[in-house]
């Protein structure tokens, strides 16, 4: 009696955790598929369009031939110029918030209050950036103003991930620093901040991804339409991938003929956001590997 | 004069009381072991003799709190060089991420030493007063990590006895040790002595009756009973000190 009961239960656990797996797996792999079908629309369509003298030559006959390079290196010094902005202000604040702030309303609001921050839409960024930075502070439409602007945007993500980051360091060590006779400070700086930033880069490679996609906050402050010039300074206009994708592709002189031109831009911008994944990556793995070994 | 000694110690953690009306005299070169139950306070206590509690927040200490004669909860006492004073070692080997050698450089660099030469004395003093150098000393550049559980904790001793300190504080530094280790830092602890006020929380009543020379017995934020070490294992003179060290709660 009981052998068969026993054999029927483990029958019945079997099949629940064969189902059980079949259905996990099966969302699994779609989530890949899909990943894998955008990836690959963008790569066929858009490979034809690459070339040497596209990605080193200005646009030219209205944007339907020529290249995109100013609409490259103006998204490079966007995200440049507002991770030079966000990630020590981000790295900070929340230091200041993890390490010194007690537990309390104030920590509590402040916290809440980021978060808000980062439900915001975009566009309400842009035009926030329009607003004080090119109008108010007189940046202009700017490099400047457009990196500001996406450096608030970004804030709350690098302010988070690093919170998270500084968290996750147990506190034994913070107690054996102060214990020595170390400052706060000097414990928050030899020992913390170490051990966190290998986490803290995950914060920066996050960013880095949403600047250089984002367009709604670099509409209004910093995005030409058609400027087939180098930015001289951070005072001038700039193209920027992503809105160049969408200028192109709706408002161009001749959509249909500068369609390749758009998956071309697409792929450039997809791959500009590996590369700097990348590349964030084997920083993270550098940094993790210091911490171990020094 | 008494090299420790607590005067009316209250600690109360928001509404709850941790410590109750605490008094208790350490002398200079003695190992004083503090036993009982988790939650007893135990912890709390020794954490008061070197300001650790003021991270807590909502903590509230009263009473008075001496080393060598000077009370270190007066106004404007400066803490960090009453840490400065008092090594700490604890529970879980916790060695920074950081090479052997500025894992005991640490203290010496964040309190102003950068003489390399007194420096690098000083890391050798330390590691070899706790019989490590042997078997570190080809590898002071390498992680801390890569050294075995009691290793790590040894260094930690080190670590603390760069900083040159009179009074260390051990809170259950064996607990996760193998019991080879274990008895190591143990006979490290009996040569400290000579030089040094210990004071150590264990969990391991053998262990309070090896190494010291006199224990307290905390219960719920109570001092029990606190005499030599001999006296209370042998003849406790309270009924639940009896039941404890038997064995039968705890």
């Given at each position: 009696m009981d052998n068969i009961?026993?054999?029927?239960?483990?029958?019945?656990?079997?099949?629940?955790?064969?189902?059980?797996?079949?259905?996990?797996?099966?969302?699994?792999?779609?989530?890949?598929?899909?990943?894998?079908?955008?990836?690959?629309?963008?790569?066929?369509?858009g490979f034809s369009a690459i070339s040497w003298d596209f990605l080193t030559?200005?646009?030219?006959?209205?944007?339907?031939?020529?290249?995109?390079?100013?609409?490259?290196?103006?998204?490079?010094?966007?995200?440049?110029?507002?991770?030079?902005?966000?990630?020590?202000?981000?790295?900070?604040?929340?230091?200041?918030?993890?390490?010194?702030?007690?537990d309390g309303i104030i920590k509590k609001v402040i916290k809440?209050?980021?978060?808000?921050?980062?439900?915001?839409?975009?566009?309400v960024f842009g035009l926030f950036g329009m607003s004080l930075f090119v109008n108010k502070l007189g940046f202009g439409d700017s490099i400047l103003?457009?990196?500001?602007?996406?450096?608030?945007?970004?804030?709350?993500?690098?302010?988070?991930?690093?919170?998270?980051?500084?968290?996750?360091?147990?506190?034994?060590?913070?107690?054996?620093?102060i214990g020595l006779g170390a400052s706060k400070w000097q414990t928050t700086k030899n020992v913390v901040l170490p051990i966190a930033f290998p986490n803290i880069i995950t914060g920066l490679i996050l960013s880095v991804g949403r600047v250089s996609g984002e367009t709604a906050p670099i509409l209004f402050t910093v995005a030409a339409y058609f400027l087939p010039k180098l930015p001289h300074s951070i005072f001038d206009q700039a193209m920027a991938l992503p809105y160049h994708l969408y200028v192109i592709s709706t408002s161009g002189t001749n959509i249909e003929e500068s369609r390749p031109i758009a998956y071309g831009t697409a792929l450039v911008l997809v791959m500009i956001v590996l590369i700097t994944n990348l590349l964030a990556n084997a920083l993270r793995k550098y940094f993790s590997k210091k911490v171990k070994m020094n | 004069m008494h090299k420790l000694e607590s005067k009316n110690v209250n600690v109360y953690y928001g509404a709850s009381q941790a410590l109750k009306d605490?008094?208790?005299?350490?002398?200079?070169?003695?190992?004083?072991?503090?036993?009982?139950?988790?939650?007893?306070?135990?912890?709390?206590?020794?954490?008061?003799?070197?300001?650790?509690?003021d991270l807590i927040d909502n903590i509230k200490i009263d009473g008075e709190v001496l080393i060598d004669g000077k009370n270190i909860y007066e106004k404007g006492a400066n803490v960090d060089s009453l840490r400065k004073n008092t090594g700490m070692v604890f529970q879980k080997p916790n060695p920074f991420p950081k090479s052997i050698f500025e894992n005991v450089a640490y203290?010496?660099?964040?309190?102003?030493?950068?003489?390399?030469?007194?420096?690098?004395?000083?890391?050798?003093?330390?590691?070899?007063?706790?019989?490590?150098?042997?078997?570190?000393?080809?590898?002071l550049k390498k992680s801390a990590f890569e050294l075995s559980g009691g290793q790590q904790q040894r260094l930690?001793?080190?670590?603390?006895?760069?900083?040159?300190?009179?009074?260390?504080?051990?809170?259950?530094?064996?607990?996760?040790?193998?019991?080879?280790?274990t008895s190591k830092v143990e006979e490290l602890i009996y040569e400290l002595k000579s030089k040094y006020t210990i004071v150590i929380v264990t969990?391991?009543?053998?262990?309070?009756?090896?190494?010291?020379?006199?224990?307290?017995?905390?219960?719920?934020?109570?001092?029990?009973?606190?005499?030599?070490?001999?006296?209370?294992?042998?003849?406790?003179?309270?009924?639940?000190?009896?039941?404890?060290?038997?064995?039968?709660?705890?």
């Open positions: 009961d026993e054999n029927k239960l483990t029958k019945r656990k079997k099949r629940t955790q064969n189902i059980s797996f079949f259905i996990l797996g099966f969302l699994g792999y779609t989530v890949l598929f899909i990943l894998v079908v955008i990836l690959g629309f963008i790569v066929v369509k030559k200005m646009p030219e006959e209205g944007m339907t031939k020529g290249g995109i390079f100013p609409a490259i290196i103006g998204t490079l010094y966007l995200v440049l110029g507002s991770i030079l902005f966000a990630f020590p202000v981000g790295v900070l604040a929340a230091i200041y918030m993890n390490e010194y702030v007690k809440q209050m980021t978060n808000n921050l980062s439900g915001i839409p975009s566009i103003a457009g990196s500001l602007t996406l450096g608030l945007l970004v804030l709350p993500v690098i302010i988070r991930t690093t919170e998270e980051a500084l968290k996750s360091v147990d506190d034994t060590f913070r107690h054996a620093s | 605490i008094n208790i005299t350490i002398d200079n070169n003695t190992v004083t072991a503090l036993i009982g139950p988790s939650g007893c306070g135990k912890s709390t206590y020794l954490r008061l003799f070197n300001r650790m509690n203290g010496l660099k964040v309190n102003g030493i950068s003489d390399n030469k007194i420096i690098e004395e000083r890391v050798e003093t330390s590691i070899k007063q706790v019989a490590l150098w042997d078997e570190v000393k080809d590898k930690c001793i080190a670590r603390a006895l760069a900083i040159q300190p009179s009074i260390i504080l051990m809170d259950e530094p064996t607990s996760a040790l193998d019991p080879i280790s969990h391991n009543m053998q262990q309070a009756a090896r190494v010291s020379d006199h224990t307290a017995f905390f219960y719920l934020g109570e001092l029990v009973e606190y005499n030599a070490t001999k006296e209370l294992f042998t003849n406790p003179k309270v009924e639940r000190t009896q039941n404890y060290i038997t064995g039968r709660f705890g």
